[in-house]
């Protein structure tokens, strides 16, 4: 099945450089609750995980078997839901055209929401789209037909937000289609941007704005940000500020280039991959705070109203008005790619070849260091609890 031979590879790459982690650990560090099997229709689809603590659920994507006197494919995409507690299998939810079919060569894409719905925006080969609300109990809220397939968003509002890729004239002039739509299923905007969305947070949009044929160059130079709010039941797409930057610099372009705090500071770093780097942070309005240089292969993250910037083993902690708040030294050989991540529970992790970290933002206290091999972690859940997830595999370690 050739759209989950690509599937396969790039969810191995992410759950190698990005969200995963590889970790020792000992018996006496971590116990390993239950390890549960995850039916699949191959042997080597990586899944992709998502823990809903509240509803005591764990979410995998899997494939399951196609009829083959319905389908050209060997398998279908699918949902399952494993018990966090027990690690049963609570329900499977199978992504299925009406005619039968299933998907194209692109990726299905997910979002998730604290009450466990499970949003899934998927394109099937008969040129169907088609966008899903799945509730805990594995039935269907409601399916929709969207005219676009390319980013999901859920904002904290509770809207789903479906950008389409960014479309390009002759003249360089992109544009995207932005779909919302409640969580009850009502289509309550529709419109376009000029540019391409880059992100969809909180209750903001934020666009590249940018005509590359003006600009000459890779850079992203012109950054739209737009308020997402909803009033009286209906959304709207209001533009907030435009922050360009001046000719030679721009949002870098790869990685992750920019950043919502807590408190709705915005922070873009420009730069190139081995230039020196700048982090500029904007308040809510576009009013400019600070800006500072930090390195060009450093890693940056936020966590609640403040950011860390890792180089070569030093973790630096800073609040929202950029003022220091912790530094630490970290042991461990680095991964390929620096590998800072927050944590489901807004904590700060960090890993190596021999060990992973989780630290309290504030301080850079460090609440666990994870030694030995426990595998390649998708989730950390909060208070010592691990989740990890290989093909066919899913498992629960409590650490202590």
Known sequence: MNQFKAKNWCALILALLLLSVAIPVSAEEAKLVWTSKIESAESDYWPELYAVPEKETVYVTTTVPAPRAKA??????????????????????????????????????????????????????????????????????????????????????????????RQMDSKGNCTSKILMYSPAGNLIYTGQVKGEVLYAGQNRVIVNATNPQKHGDYRLQDIEVYDA????????????????????????????????????????????????NELTALDPTGKLLWKRSIPGGSAVQVAGDYYGVYDDKKLEVYDAANNSAAETVLEGTDLPMYNLQVTRDGKFMISYEEWTYILEPETLKVLYKLPSEIGYILDYAGKGVVFGVEPGKLYKYIVK
């Open 72 to 165: 050209k494919r060997e398998s279908y995409d699918a949902l399952k839901a494993f018990d966090a507690e027990s690690g049963k299998l609570k329900w499977t939810y199978q992504f299925q055209a009406a005619k039968g079919d299933s998907t194209t060569s692109e990726f299905p894409v997910f979002a998730y929401a604290p009450n466990g719905t499970v949003y899934a925006l998927l394109h099937y080969e008969s040129g169907e789209k088609k966008l899903y609300s799945i509730n805990a109990s594995g039935k269907a809220n409601w399916i929709a037909n969207v005219p676009v397939t390319g980013m999901l968003n859920r904002l904290d509002n509770g809207t789903v937000v479906v950008s389409s890729d």
């Open 229 to 276: 709010s909803i009033k009286s039941g209906n959304a709207s797409l209001k533009k907030q500020y435009v922050y360009r930057y001046p000719k030679g610099s721009g949002l870098i372009a790869e990685g992750n280039k920019l950043f919502l705090m807590q408190n709705g500071t915005l922070l873009l770093r420009s730069g190139g991959e081995k230039l020196k």
